[in-house]
C-alpha cells in the first residue's frame, strides 16, 4: 500500500469529530417561492442520526421525502429555494453554508444515491471515468491509482468482471448493475453520511432485495449514518433503526422500527401498513387503499393535513394541528388528536363508521366507490367559489 | 463488423445522392428560360444558320439523356466544368481562383464564432434566467434578427467611414504585396458580419441544449460528487448538449462553402458566391451550372462527414448506426 | 410557460405584436393614408434632405422622395412575401410532411430523400437564379422564396406528424375504426398547424431579410419600393454622415420589423411546441 492508497484508507475509516449524533436537524423548512404561491414542501422536520444508524423516510408521492433529502444535502440551487431552520453535519451549519463550504462536503463527507440508475449516469461517459473522477478530484490520485480503487469499488459492490466494466458505458450494463455502479460511485470517497432517495424504485422485484443488502452491508461495513427514503414500508422493515413518516411535508410519526410496526399510532401510518398486500391473504383479496390525495402544499389546510383522508377523523382534527406528543415507549412520536390503538381513536371510528364518513369506510371496508367520495369531497372544499 | 457495413452502406447512399444532385443540377439549366446559345452567339442569335451551327457543335440538339451523360463523362474524367463564355476561362480556373477567399471567410467565421458562441452559451446557461443571461440572450436574438447587409452598411459606416480602421471594399491575398496584415484588415469586416449571425444562432441552440441538460439526474448526481462548476460544465454537461449544434456547425459548413453572397458582394470580395451572382447576372449558364455542382457536392459530402462524427460524439449512436 | 408578467406573451410580445399591427395596418392602408406621394419629389426640399425638414418626418432619399411614405409603402412588399409565403409554404411543404409522417414507409422515405436533397442546393443562389431568369417582379419573388422554403416546412411538419401519431387519442380513434384519411384530417392536422404556423412565423422573419437581400443585389423591379431597394439606395451615402440616414432609416425598420416576427415566432413556438407539451 503506497502513500495515497494509506491516506485514502484512512479517510475512509476516521471517526468523527466528536461524539454524539452526526447530523442533527431541528425545525428544518424548505419552502419554494413560485408564482402560484409558497410552495411548502418540507415544514417542519426535526430528527438526529448517528454514525452507523439508518433513518427510513417513509412517505407518498409530494410528501416532501426527496426534497428533504436534497435540500439538507445543499443540492438545491433554484432560484426560489427557501432555506429556514437548521441543520448541522459533524457540528457544521449547512443551512444558509456558501455553496463552497457545501461542496467540499459532497462526495468526502456525505453523498447520494440517486432514484433511476439510468438517468443518474451520464450516458456518453465511460463508467470507470465517472468514478475515478471523484477519485482524482478529492484525494489527488494519479490515473492508475485510481483506476486500481475503482476496481475494487466494483468488487465490493457485486460487479463480476470490474476489469472489462470500467470502460463500458452505463446502456451496456442491466439495471441492477447500474444501480451497484452509481453505490460505488457515491460510496467511492469514503462519506459518512449517506442518503438513498428510492434506491429501488425503478429495478426490478428480483433486484430490489440484493441492493437494499448491499447498502445495508455497506454501511455497516464503513459504519456510515444513511437516511433511507421510499414510499414503501416493506422496504423499510427490516432494514432501518428508526422510520420517519412524512405526509404532505411534516413528521407525522417517528419511532424505532419494531416500534412503529408493533404500535402504529398515526392513522396515516396504520393505511400504509394495511395498503401492503400479504402473502398470507386470500387470493383476490382487494388491496386496500387511501381514498384522496395529498393537500395542497401552497395552502395546506389549517388543522392536521391527513384529516380529508382520514378515517378517524373528528371536528377538531380539521382546526386544530396536532403537535408531536410522544407514545408510551420512548423516542416514539407521534401527531394525531385521535390515535390508532387508543380508546379516544376507536370511538372515533366506529362514531364515523357509523354516520358512514365515506374516509371510514374506505379504510375499513376498501370501498373504492368510499375511496372516490373522499376526493371529490377534496376538490370541492378546496374550490368553494368553483373556479378551478 | 457492423461499422464497416454502416459505413459502406452510408458511402453507397452518399453516391446515389451526389448522382441525382448532379441530374437536378444539369436540369437546372434546361428549365430556366433563355438558352446559352442566346447569350453565345449575342447579336447573332436570330440568325438560325448560326443557331443551328451552334447548338449541333454544343451538342443540345442529341437526346436529352445522352447530353446528361456526356456532361457526367465530361465533370468526372475531364474535369471539365464548363467556361465562361464572355471570357472564355473555364470554371475550373474560376472556381480556383475564388475558393481561396471563400474558404478563408467561413474558416474563419465559424471558428470565431464557435469561439465566442460556447462560452457565452455556457455561461448563459449556468446562470439561467439570470441578468447575465437575459442580457446575452437578448443580444443573440437581436443580431439574428438583424439582416447581414443591414449590419454590413452599420459596421463600413463605423469603422470604414468614421474610424478608417477596416477596408470598406476590396480582398487582399496573403500572397499578396500586404501580406497577412493586410489580408486580415480587408477580411475583418465580412468575417465579423458573417461571424454575428452564427455565435448568435450558435449561442441560442447551446444555451438550449445546455439547459436541458443542466437539468438531467446525472448533473446533479455529479454535483453531489462534489465536483467543481466547471469541470461539471466541461466535462459532464457539455457533450450531451452539442448535437444541435454540431447540426448546425455542419450545415453552415456546407452552405458557406457557397461563400456567402451578400457578404462577398457587399464587400467586393471574390468569392464564389460572387462568381455565382455574376455568372446569374450575366446569364452565364455553364459557368452558374458547374459552380452549383461544386456547391451542392460539397454540401453533400460534408452533411457526410458531419453524420460519421455523430457515432463519435455520441457512443449509443455507434451501436445501432442511427 | 407563462411570462409572470403578461402571460404567454410577455410585455416585449405584446409590444411586438403592436408593431406589427401597426406596419401591416400601415401597409394596407397606404393609398388612404394622408401620405406623400412615395414616387414624386417634392420640388421644395432638397434630395437627402434630414428627417424633420420640410414637413418629412423622416426626410428625403437620395431622388428627393419622401422617406416616412415609402417606409410605409415599402411594408407591403414585406406584407406580400410574408403573407405568400407563410401559405405557400404551410400548404405544400405541410401536406408533404404531413403525408410523409403518416404514411411512413417507402413514401416517406422517399419524400424526405426528395426533400433533403433539395436542401443540398445553396438556397439564396438558387433564388437569385430564379428571379434573375424569370424576371425581377413580385410574384416570383414570393414563388422563388417560397420554393426554397418548402423543405423546412416539410421537415418540421413530418416531426410534428410523427409525435402527434404516436400519441394515444390517434391509436384510440384507429381503434375505433376511424378511416385513415379521417384521422389524418380530423386528429393529426389541427394538431400540426399550429407549431407549424410557430415555425411559419421564424421563416416569414428568413424571408423578409431575403427579399430585402433580393432588392439590396438590385434584383426587384424598378417600381416596387421595397425596403432592401431603399437601404441598397441609400449605401452609397454612407460616405457623408449628414445623409446616412438615406440607408440607415429603413435598416431599422426592418430590423425592428423582423424583429418583432421573430420574436413573436419565438413566444409561439415556445406555447406550442411539440417537445415541450405535457404528455
Redesign the interface.
Known sequence: MNDNQRRARRVLTAPTSQDGPLLVVDDFYTHFDT?GGLVKAVDGVTFSLERGKTLGVVGESGSGKTVLARSL?G?LTS?NVVRRGSATYNGQELVGAKNNNL??????EM??V?Q?PM???????RIGRQIT??LR??LDLPKEEANEQALQLLNSVGIPDPKRRLTQ?P?ELSGGMRQRV?IA??LA?GPKLLFADEPTTALDVTVQAQILNLLNSQQSERHMAMVLVTHDLGVVAGRTDEIAVMYAGQIVEKAPTRALFANVRMPYTEALLKSIPKLEDPSHTRLQIIGGRPPDLINPPPGCRFAPRCPYVQPKCHTEQPPLVEAETPGHLFRCWFPVGTEAGREALASNLAHHVPAAQAAVTGDSAAAAQVEVAQLVDSDPGGNA | MTIVRTVLDRLVKLLVVVLIVSFLTFMLTKLLPGSPVNTILGSEASNPVARTALEERLGLNKPFLEQYLSYIHGVVVERDLGKSYSQDIPTTTSLAQRLPASLQLMLMAQAISLLISVPLALLSAYRANSRTDKAITASAFGLISLPGFALAVFLVYLFSIQLGIFPAVGYDRITGPGGLGENLKSIALPVAVLSAGLTAVYTRVLRSDLIATLQEDFVLMARSKGLPTWHILLRHALRPSSFSLLTLFGINFGTLIGGSVIVETFFVIPGVGELAVRSILQREYLVVQGVVLVIATAFVLVNFVTDLLYSVLDPRVRRTGA | MSDKRGGVLGLAGWLSMVWLVLVAGGALLAPYLPLDDPSRSDFLVPANASPGTGGHLLGTEQNGYDIFSRLIHGGRVSLVVAFGVLAIGMVVGGSIGLVAGFLRGRTETVLMAVVDIFLAFPALILLIAIVAFLGADLKNVVLGISLVSIPAFARIARATTLTFSRREFVVAAEAAGASRWRILVREILPNVVLPLLAFGLLVVAIAIVAEGSLAFLGLTSQETISWGGMINGGRRALQQEDIAHTSMIPAGMMFLTVLAVNFLGDRFRAAFDVKDAAL
Open positions: 408564482p444535502m443540492l432560484r461542496r467540499s462536503l459532497w462526495g468526502t453523498a447520494m440517486f433511476d438517468t443518474s449516469l451520464n450516458p456518453v461517459m473522477e471523484g478530484y478529492h458505458y446502456h452509481t460511485i457515491a470517497c
